[in-house]
């Protein structure tokens, strides 16, 4: 690549020697007072008919390769959408482009036909045309009422995407931060997420996202910086936000991406119409995964910010969420950041070291009596 750019740059220095030569010699020319008539500047030469000719297998050559490159490349191009909208946004992606290119083909091929048919021939009169009003309105109003109707079918796409959630959505929490995400969900026991403050935030205290303790819907939540479990055929709700710079979420196989800023939640729903396994049965790669990844530049190791994305079906997403462990669970320490009248319902999130030890009320009873008798003693 690197030898490439050098000789394409060479090329362009000899390139560009070559026209400023050209246009001094055309400046002298212009103060020879003793040309000819049949000599003017710019009269055809010998080439004229080459460079129509030229001009014209360029384009058809151009054709052939587009067509070509489209044919041998489109295996590497995404498979089919995973989500529901992600389908109905290729439909409209591949319409906007059958109209560009239709547009661009037949814009081209005159342009470069032209310039065959109508090079210079001294037996030709030229016709000039210097104004017609009904081919103006005509090319300025046919694009002009194609291009509304892809803009304001997008939108009506984009609208239909970033509206409210359905009220069953399954609310995600995520945030972006130099160089991953972390992920949230609300607990299986009350499936409510606790509040969050930024000033919260201590990675070495084991709560990155700032989760608020003093808010009891937080107790049972908990978190995943490694892998992000959604179900299948489930409207998905992603609270997305970043800590530090500019991020942005994307789930290329499910056409989802939503910048995510530092102090401006933003948020993206969508339903994932199949499974880990469904894609990888499809695909034919037994080792195919789903994967969020950064496409906003944040810094030096942007290329490794990517999180693993499982589709669960229902039952199996249900079965995972039960399996997980409260933040609470996995660091007691924070069991600190919960006030003194919330620590008793705090506590049964709390694991213990200690083997639970039956007790039986005898010896208990046995036991109090025993050290009773000592103090008397």
Same mark, same amino acid.
């Given at each position: 690549?690197?030898?490439?750019?050098?000789?394409?740059?060479?090329?362009?220095?000899?390139?560009?020697?070559?026209?400023?030569?050209?246009?001094?010699?055309?400046?002298?020319?212009?103060?020879?007072?003793?040309?000819?008539?049949? #000599?003017?500047?710019?009269?055809?030469?010998?080439?004229?008919?080459?460079?129509? =000719?030229?001009?014209?297998?360029?384009?058809?050559?151009?054709?052939?390769?587009?067509?070509?490159?489209?044919? =041998?490349?489109?295996?590497?191009?995404?498979?089919?959408?995973?989500?529901?909208?992600?389908?109905?946004?290729?439909?409209?992606?591949?319409?906007? +482009?059958?109209?560009?290119?239709?547009?661009?083909?037949?814009?081209?091929?005159?342009?470069?036909?032209?310039?065959?048919?109508?090079?210079?021939? &001294?037996?030709?009169?030229?016709?000039?045309?210097?104004?017609?009003?009904?081919?103006?309105?005509?090319?300025?109003?046919?694009?002009?009422?194609? +291009?509304?109707?892809?803009?304001?079918?997008?939108?009506?796409?984009?609208?239909?995407?970033?509206?409210?959630?359905?009220?069953?959505? #399954?609310?995600?929490?995520?945030?972006?931060?130099?160089?991953?995400?972390?992920?949230?969900?609300?607990?299986?026991?009350?499936?409510?997420?606790?509040?969050?403050?930024?000033?919260?935030?201590?990675?070495?205290?084991?709560?990155?996202?700032? /989760?608020?303790?003093?808010?009891?819907?937080?107790?049972?939540?908990?978190?995943?910086?490694?892998? +992000?479990?959604?179900?299948?055929?489930?409207?998905?709700?992603?609270?997305?936000?970043?800590?530090?710079?500019?991020?942005?979420?994307?789930?290329?196989?499910?056409?989802?991406?939503?910048?995510? /800023?530092?102090? +401006?939640?933003?948020?993206?729903?969508? *339903?994932?119409?199949?499974?880990?396994?469904?894609?990888?049965?499809?695909?034919?790669?037994?080792?195919?995964?789903?994967?969020?990844?950064?496409?906003?530049?944040?810094?030096?190791?942007?290329?490794?910010?990517?999180?693993?994305?499982?589709?669960?079906?229902?039952?199996?997403?249900?079965?995972?969420?039960?399996?997980?462990?409260?933040?609470?669970?996995?660091?007691?320490?924070?069991?600190? %950041? =919960?006030?003194?009248?919330? %620590?008793?319902?705090?506590? &049964?999130?709390?694991?213990?070291?200690?083997?639970?030890?039956?007790?039986?009320?005898? *010896?208990?009873?046995?036991?109090?009596?025993?050290?009773?008798?000592?103090?008397?003693?």
């Amino acid at each position: 690549m690197t030898l490439l750019i050098a000789i394409l740059s060479i090329l362009f220095i000899v390139l560009t020697f070559m026209v400023v030569s050209k246009t001094q010699a055309i400046l002298k020319g212009l103060t020879k007072s003793e040309v000819e008539e049949s #000599e003017y500047l710019g009269a055809p030469d010998k080439f004229n008919s080459a460079n129509g =000719v030229g001009l014209f297998a360029f384009w058809i050559i151009s054709i052939v390769g587009i067509i070509w490159s489209f044919i =041998v490349y489109k295996k590497d191009f995404l498979p089919e959408a995973s989500s529901v909208h992600g389908k109905e946004t290729d439909y409209w992606f591949w319409v906007s +482009m059958i109209v560009i290119m239709i547009g661009f083909f037949i814009v081209n091929t005159f342009l470069f036909l032209f310039s065959y048919l109508y090079r210079h021939n &001294k037996n030709r009169k030229v016709t000039f045309y210097t104004h017609n009003n009904n081919l103006e309105i005509i090319w300025t109003t046919v694009p002009a009422i194609v +291009m509304a109707g892809l803009v304001f079918s997008g939108l009506r796409v984009w609208t239909k995407i970033t509206s409210e959630a359905p009220a069953n959505a #399954e609310q995600i929490d995520i945030m972006g931060k130099q160089f991953g995400w972390t992920v949230r969900y609300a607990g299986v026991d009350d499936n409510q997420f606790g509040k969050y403050n930024y000033k919260l935030m201590d990675d070495a205290g084991g709560n990155p996202m700032g /989760v608020d303790f003093s808010d009891p819907n937080s107790f049972d939540d908990f978190s995943n910086a490694s892998e +992000m479990h959604i179900p299948k055929g489930k409207p998905v709700l992603l609270k997305i936000r970043a800590r530090d710079v500019l991020h942005s979420v994307f789930i290329p196989h499910m056409r989802v991406k939503m910048d995510a /800023v530092p102090g +401006m939640p933003t948020k993206f729903w969508f *339903v994932a119409d199949k499974s880990t396994a469904d894609m990888r049965a499809e695909l034919g790669k037994p080792e195919f995964n789903y994967e969020i990844a950064c496409t906003e530049i944040c810094g030096r190791s942007h290329f490794g910010m990517k999180l693993l994305l499982v589709v669960d079906e229902p039952a199996d997403y249900e079965k995972w969420k039960k399996s997980q462990k409260p933040l609470l669970t996995e660091n007691p320490d924070l069991l600190n %950041k =919960v006030p003194d009248n919330l %620590k008793a319902k705090a506590q &049964k999130y709390v694991a213990s070291d200690e083997p639970a030890v039956e007790v039986v009320p005898e *010896v208990v009873a046995s036991r109090v009596l025993g050290n009773s008798s000592k103090v008397l003693k």
